[in-house]
């Protein structure tokens, strides 16, 4: 079994339902005591800004603030280098927490042993 788990996730408000499963299965992972590893790429790179969690909604769902915080205190979120220059975000922009770096720093983490990574 898998000792680490790297999550990328693609969505974001545009499908709602796959960014929440992204989401939900990485603060399982978590709960469960799994290292885990969570990128936000594409148009879920907006939930790495202050309040952006707070604005999706999907009934039936946890609340992606709730599985927002419990990956950043008990997991690693990061924000994709390429997705935050298209959409002009910095450093200064994101969340408490919330790291920025690039495809290279993806694939050691994807790579390592005793890793599973998932794409939602």
Known sequence: MAKKLVIKVTAGADAPERCSQAFTV?????????????????????????????????????????????????????LCTQCAARRDITEGDVIKGVRIAGAQVFVQEAMADGTQALVY
Do not use: I, K, N, Q
């Open 26 to 78: 990485a603060a399982v992972a978590v709960a469960s005591g799994v290292e885990v590893s969570l990128w936000l790429t594409g148009e879920s790179a907006w939930f790495a800004l202050p309040g952006r969690a707070a604005e999706f909604d999907l009934p039936h769902a946890a609340p992606l603030p709730d599985l927002l915080d419990s990956l950043l205190s008990g997991g690693r979120v990061t």
